[in-house]
């Protein structure tokens, strides 16, 4: 389930984003920080896979996630 929504989420808000015109310095480290620490969680999930750093990735990177969708709220309301 989460290799499907969330990415498709991701890919949804970035586009639009962009669309809007919001695509300053700010929402490309957001999106390349949630990609960087996406990449980490799956090397973490296949090389390692311990269960408290892994949900410490995943928490990362769903707060990048989290904030991305709220410039997105706030560019496509105001």
Known sequence: MQLMARPTLFYAVVV???LVGQSDAVNA??????VGIKIVHSLWHVLVNTIPVRFGL???STLRLFALSLQ?????LL
């Open 16 to 18: 639009i984003l962009t």
């Open 29 to 34: 480290q957001l999106a390349w920080a949630h």
């Open 58 to 60: 995943f928490v990362l």
């Open 72 to 76: 997105l709220v706030m560019a496509t």
